[in-house]
């Protein structure tokens, strides 16, 4: 199976590449190179020809290369779900803009184009942290098999930030509310139809599927319980929320809970090395799903993905990869790290010469 696939990248005052062109051959590739040499800015720059604000959900100002500070360019040609384009995506002191195929387009063009999955290592304490990176997690996971999610979530997000402001000035007269709270009540119904869909896809990819790796079972918790008719669950529960000056129901407080299937313990009580593997398992079982929906696998991008990996999963890991036939876009500090790669892969050296980065490819 052909896979989506970056063919070349040119980086232009991106974080620390004052310049760069990569040329790449579909295969997986590994950037190997020490901390700070900007493996991981490489793998920012291909996140971001998609929507949204890239894998370390930076600020637009962000990106530029400092201290120059003038803006900042991506440009690759791709092999897209039905052709070959050639994207652009940059910023000089305003909004990010996006070309297709010499184009002004919108964000969301770029996911008709591309699918990406990626893993990085903010998302190890995953299972630990707060319920907002699980939420965060889950609806990335949902945007890969449905677009158009994003526009719910917004719509959404506005119409409870309205409703909020409302709140925090105590406005009391429910013919405020109403509007707000019926756009509420359509954005959830549609936010939760996708996550729930996403949720299935991914456990039917971990079934039957043989791995290395170990089945998560995925449920969603509802910390103030399931809601069918949100509309009139907020008109009911504006005075709790009035005290709390925000809103206490709705998607926006729903948690991912995960359990380790074949121990049956629950993913913030496994090991480190069990909850990255978790985490492996779920982005290799989204890649399957995908693979399966488009007709090829979407590409990867592997921050550090080899960091709690022995030598046999890591092996194992680049054997799955391979047999999907996706391309990888992974990062390491060592070119041990690959050597299980060998030949099907290409590889990258990565430094940082003075300020400037230096990038060549290694037979």
Known sequence: MSGLAILTLQLSHFRSHRAARLEFDGRPVALVGANGAGKTNILEAVSLLSPGRGLRRAAVEDLARRPEAIGWKVAATVAG????????????????????????????????????????????????????GRRRFLDRTVLSFAPDHAEAVLAYEKAMRDRNRLLKDEVRDPHWYGALEAQMAASAAVIAANRVDALARLMAAQEGAETAFPRASLTLVHPEGEVDDLATALAENRRRDLAAGRTLLGPHRVDLQAVFSAKGVPADQCSTGEQKALLISLMLANARALATDLGRPPILLLDEVAAHLDAGRRAALYDEICALGAQAIMTGTEPGLFDSLGARGQSFAIADDIGQSSIREVP
């Open 81 to 132: 779900l039905s052709a070959a384009h050639e994207l652009e995506t940059w910023a000089e002191g305003g909004p990010r803009q996006v070309r297709v195929d010499g184009k002004a387009a919108p964000q969301l063009a770029l996911a008709r184009i591309l699918r990406m999955v990626w893993l990085v290592p903010a998302m190890d304490r995953l299972w630990i942290e707060a319920a907002e």
